[in-house]
């Protein structure tokens, strides 16, 4: 028990403490704490901009408002790179896999924002003007005619980073609720906001507002499971207790499962994967690319902690139900994404068997060693940059109605745009894991550290898959550069500044990780192991 | 009475909002059985807290119930929008995004 509310037990619970114990401040390493400080306190200032600033000047405000926070994150976690500390009363963990994880949520989140600032400050924004507005209603229209953007979205996607940089940073299990909680709930409102096609947007939100709420009742289940066997939610005190007793207890089983319900969800991983083409093809595309990097860089960051840190003693329990999510995740993704149409949904089932490739190194690891940490670090890094650049690409590509999802609008795209048609060629192979680019190395390092493990199945499924998704991918090239383009085909939106910027900085870190991969290799090993 | 009883009946609550999310059709319905899965975590926690003579179950409690709070913002908003769209807050009307 914590000596802050040992005051309070003593009165509720007769013979539980001295009454007369002080009442101590808990120590914040208000340092450690600054990223999450900082993407926090720009959240809520962007809640009062949309109070008090003018409507005309909120949409420039509030970019320039979120794009500085982010970068002053940026600057704080960089300049953190040397802590290792657990901090707020053990509630909160800063060490390498923390920083190295915050760093690569930041950094896809800036490419995220620039996506959204675009499509919020464009003339034919792609966010609704009033999202309570009916679909197709006189109120809906009138709206439009008054140029009213929803700039909510910045305020709101900020706190899914605040979210997603406390979910793997989480050092108990109700601090990681709260993470998960404050990561999910923005997300919830963010996927129903598209201003075109609302039926489908709104679908994706209540799809992903339930199913994501339900699978979070799974997680404070698990935890209060957690709690009764262990005493304590601290992973810390959950490993000892662990350690100190024998195995078998159904408390810890079932809780442990409950929690990686949740956990496997989140990471959209099989057979919990089901929201994920949903949600991905009716969210707007920005916010698309948002959530398919960030939740699921802080959601692996989150799961390692969980298995490694607090219940590395049961490892031989987890380890084979994660070889065969690991498995199934793999063949759901590889298999099931060769039918598809639809561009969004294509990129939702090749990240399901992302997804899948790094349960692999989760699956291969013998509890200690450092090499499957490190690869599924580096494995995240790579997949957030191809996958914002991917997204980008896809938004730009477009109808008189908005976006051109449906493949067979794509064909012939390489013979009228041969650069956007090549870039997004680019983030394919990438996708597939073909030279020169970072999938390469990422997909080497998990397989890898799998094989190491003696996971040796698990990377020939891998394999298998990886030729599968590769099948699609190729198909997608030779359909945009190998067929005739149709005579009312899509045109190809002129990129702004800010779309390039982050289709840049995407082909730049895939490009630049594809060729000198060990720079980053060995960042990722320094950032290892998890502070127990 | 054992405490014990509590965690049974806590655990009886859950299954019953589980089921509730996997049998009913109408979304406020759903999530009102998701409320009780959160609620069943508290009943879960407290006795917890007793059993083991802390208190850290009882504080969780309240963080679960401020999380539910925001949970039923954001979910009513949402189930309130669709319904106004479609004039219906099944779930099985919702059915255009498959495959």
Redesign the interface.
């Known amino acids: ?2 000596p802050a ?1 040992a005051h ?2 003593a009165a ?2 007769p013979g ?1 403490a001295d009454p007369t114990t002080s009442f101590p401040t808990p120590h914040l390493d208000y340092r450690a704490l600054l990223p999450m400080l900082i993407v926090g306190g720009v959240a809520t200032l962007g809640v009062l901009v949309e109070a008090f600033v003018p409507r005309g000047k909120r949409g420039i405000t509030q970019t320039v408002l979120a794009l500085g926070g982010l970068v002053a994150a940026m600057v704080a976690v960089v300049s953190n790179t040397s802590i290792r500390n657990i901090t707020a009363e053990g509630a909160i963990s800063v060490d390498g896999p923390t920083l190295f994880i915050q760093g690569t949520v930041i950094a896809v989140s800036i490419g995220a924002l620039l996506l959204i600032a675009d499509r919020a400050l464009a003339s034919d924004a792609d966010f609704a003007a009033q ?2 507005d ?2 197709g209603s006189a109120a809906e229209q009138a709206s439009v005619r008054a140029g009213f953007v929803h700039t909510e979205v910045f305020p709101l996607a900020m706190f899914a980073v605040a979210g997603m940089l406390l979910f793997p940073a989480a050092n108990d299990l ?1 601090t990681m ?2 993470g998960l ?1 404050v990561l999910s ?1 923005p997300l ?2 963010l996927a ?1 906001m598209a201003r075109r096609r ?3 947007s ?6 992903y ?2 199913l994501g ?2 699978s ?3 997680f ?2 698990g ?3 957690v ?2 066997y262990a ?3 601290k992973f810390a005190d959950i490993a000892t207790a662990l350690s100190s007793s024998t195995h078998g207890d159904p408390l810890i089983i079932v809780g442990l499962a409950l929690l990686g319900i949740a956990l496997i969800f989140k990471l959209s991983g099989a057979p919990f994967h089901w929201w994920t ?2 949600v991905y ?2 969210a707007p595309t920005p916010i698309t690319a948002f959530m398919a990097a960030g939740t699921k860089i802080a959601a692996f960051g989150a799961l390692m902690r969980v298995l490694f840190v607090a219940f590395g003693g049961l490892s031989w329990d987890w380890r084979p139900i994660i070889w065969g999510v690991a498995i199934v995740t793999m063949v759901v993704g590889a298999v099931i994404g060769v ?1 598809q149409t639809d561009v969004k949904r294509l990129l939702a089932y090749s990240s399901i068997a992302h997804a899948g490739f790094l349960l692999t190194a989760v699956g291969g690891i013998t509890v200690g060693t450092a090499d499957s940490e490190s690869s599924v670090l580096f494995y995240l890094v790579a997949y957030g940059f191809m996958t914002i650049g991917a997204f980008a690409i896809v938004m730009l590509v477009r109808d008189a109605d908005g976006e051109a999802n449906h493949l067979s609008r794509w064909v012939g795209l390489g013979r009228r745009s041969p650069l956007i048609a090549g870039i997004f060629a680019f983030f394919l192979l990438a996708f597939a894991g073909l030279p020169p680019t970072s999938g390469l190395w990422a997909k080497v390092a998990v397989f890898k550290a799998a094989y190491e493990g003696g996971a040796a199945p698990l990377v020939i499924v891998g394999m298998l898959a990886s030729a599968v998704t590769a099948y699609y991918y190729v198909r997608i090239i030779v359909l945009m550069f190998f067929q005739e383009p149709a005579v009312d085909g899509p045109t190809v939106l002129a990129p702004t500044v800010f779309t390039s910027a982050a289709v840049v900085i995407g082909v730049a870190a895939t490009l630049v990780l594809g060729i000198v991969p060990q720079p980053l290799l060995d960042l990722a090993g320094k950032a290892v192991p998890f502070l127990r | 009475m054992s405490p014990t009883f509590y965690l049974y009946l806590s655990a009886i609550l859950f299954t019953i909002g589980t089921l509730g999310v996997l049998l009913r059709r109408n979304a406020i319905v759903v999530f009102m059985c998701i409320e009780l899965m959160l609620n069943a975590t508290n009943l879960a926690l407290v006795t917890f807290s007793r059993i083991n003579g802390t208190l850290d179950g009882q504080v969780m409690a309240f963080f679960v119930m401020v999380v539910a709070a925001a949970e039923v913002v954001v979910g009513l908003a949402i189930i309130v929008s669709v319904f106004r769209t479609r004039r219906s807050a099944s779930v099985d009307d919702a059915n255009l995004l498959k495959y």
């Open positions: 028990m914590s509310i309070v037990a509720l619970l539980a999202a309570a009916v679909p109700i609720f709260v909680e709930l919830y409102l129903g609302r039926l489908l709104q679908e994706a939100a209540l799809k507002f339930l709420a339900f979070s009742a799974f404070v289940y935890m209060a499971l709690y009764g005493g304590s939610v083409p949903d093809q009716g039918t």
